[in-house]
């Protein structure tokens, strides 16, 4: 007796195309490439608008061969799904020659050309550490990525939503005519996000000029602002009150060494914008910015601080203290600051009780990460002060510094703690401490 039934077909042939496309989605492009051959239902899938909504080209400057096919096939499939794409993040890696720095703003062109004819969505542009500062570029590729950059600003300003040219380094008429770009057609942009932390070569005192402010001035919907501490002045934090307090919740200021950081801020301006905007955080990053009379004059008392990070890069002075910092700047903050990052070569000096007093002061502090010389019971009375309820923490990282080689002691004494409060640990912290030898 013959058999008329239809061949078993694999469970494969019924999945959903919603389920097939979250498949494709973890795959990279060659394997792609690859399942799109098996039928014409997986090749349709292939096609699918969302799997290239998002994409990453990586240029590396002493590419291997994996590396180069990498890279032009991922050129080949932004090209071919360019009209589906919603976000664009070029890396640079290790530009190291003059020959580099050329091909890389031929290929952008080329790119932004093809872009500007078939995408009519690109919401958000990333691209990061360009370094035009350097030697590797020379003038006229430098001028001539920059007119390319800003004429594909230009077209696309319409649509960008987000922008990051973090570490452009470019000079302060370079880097205004950039954002500029944004604001081409109707001298207003509506961005609601941009990164420009290092934008801006460095030692500019970016905050005295007229320019960046008449450029800033043109942004009316900003969300959240990147940027460095020698960008800011009364004249741009009333800029920012005027035209972007409605929807304003984010400012995330660098402030580096080699920054200029000596401007005076008058509290009232901090404390206008904070009450045209009441949505407003304030995150500071600090770079070897470390003395308190620096800090002094950049840490008012009227900045809506949700978070800090004092990194002194394993830097040192003999004249530098941190004391006066927790025990008189940071308190102020104990009603809004969510946040300490601290990495410190306090070889000079113990801050177990200074920083258990602030921790505790500090109502709504989650998160707490702290490289420095301490004590192994300091990790034992934080612990004790979260069982207690005394504090909020739900991230503890502590890295402790010491000057010994050996550690087996000081590991035993965490081992003991972990084991102690383990039922804490375990339930209610992300948790992670560490002696680290400095010698």
């Known amino acids: 007796m013959e058999d008329d039934s239809k061949p ?43 799997l290239w909504r998002s994409r990453t080209i990586t240029f590396c400057g ?15 499939y932004v090209k071919k799904f360019a009209k ?23 290929t952008l062109r080329g790119l932004f050309s ?47 939503d987000y922008l990051n ?31 420009i932390e290092d934008f ?38 009333n800029i920012l009150g005027e035209h972007s307090a409605h929807s304003l919740c984010t400012l995330n200021i660098k402030c580096h060494i080699h920054d200029p950081h000596g401007q005076v801020i008058r509290g009232v301006s901090w404390g206008n914008l904070a009450k045209r905007a009441p949505k407003l955080n304030v995150n500071f990053f600090f770079e070897r910015v470390m003395k308190h009379d620096h800090l ?26 941190m004391r006066p910092t927790l025990t008189n700047l940071l308190p102020v903050y104990w009603h809004v600051l969510q946040k300490l990052t601290l990495e410190l070569n306090n070889d000079h000096e113990l801050l177990d009780d200074d920083l258990l007093q602030l921790i505790v002061s500090c109502k709504r502090m989650l998160f707490l990460k702290v ?22 923490l739900t991230t503890i990282k502590v890295r402790i510094y010491t000057a010994r080689q050996e550690t087996s002691e000081e590991d035993l004494l965490l081992c003991d703690i972990y084991r102690k409060f383990k039922y804490l640990i375990d339930s209610e912290l992300n948790y992670f401490v560490i002696t680290y030898p400095m010698v």
């Open 165 to 195: 040219l973090k570490g452009a380094r470019v000079t302060l008429e370079e880097g205004c005519e950039l954002l500029n770009s944004l604001s081409y057609l109707t001298n207003e942009s509506f961005l609601s996000e941009i990164n």
């Open 84 to 106: 589906y794409l919603v976000c664009l993040e070029i890396r640079l890696w290790n530009p190291y020659n003059t020959a580099f720095t050329r091909k890389f703003q031929v």
């Open 371 to 392: 490289w420095a010389f301490l004590s192994v019971t300091f990790v034992e009375r934080l612990l004790q002060n979260r069982a207690e309820g005394k504090c909020i």
């Open 296 to 321: 002094a004059r950049i840490l008012l008392v009227e900045i809506p601080v949700r978070s800090i990070s004092l990194r002194s890069c394993y830097f040192t002075h003999p004249d530098w203290t």
């Open 200 to 237: 801006f070569s460095l030692h500019l005192p970016v905050y005295s000029s007229t320019l960046f402010h008449q450029t800033m001035s043109k942004f009316h919907s900003l969300v959240i602002l990147t940027f460095n501490y020698n960008c800011i002045s009364d004249d741009l934090l």
């Open 62 to 76: 002493q590419p291997s061969r994996e590396d180069t096919l990498e890279l032009q096939s991922t050129l080949w």
């Open 8 to 50: 078993e077909q694999s469970p494969w042939a019924y999945l959903p195309d919603v389920c097939l496309r979250h498949v494709f989605h973890w795959l990279d492009d060659r394997d792609r490439s690859h399942t799109a051959l098996v039928c014409k239902k997986w090749n349709w899938a292939m096609h699918s608008g969302s």
């Open 114 to 160: 093809h872009l500007v004819k078939c995408n009519n969505c690109l919401g958000s542009l990333s691209i990061t550490y360009l370094a035009l500062d350097r030697l590797i570029w020379r003038n006229a590729v430098r001028a001539q990525f920059l007119k390319n950059l800003s004429t594909f600003l230009k077209r696309m300003s319409k649509r960008l």
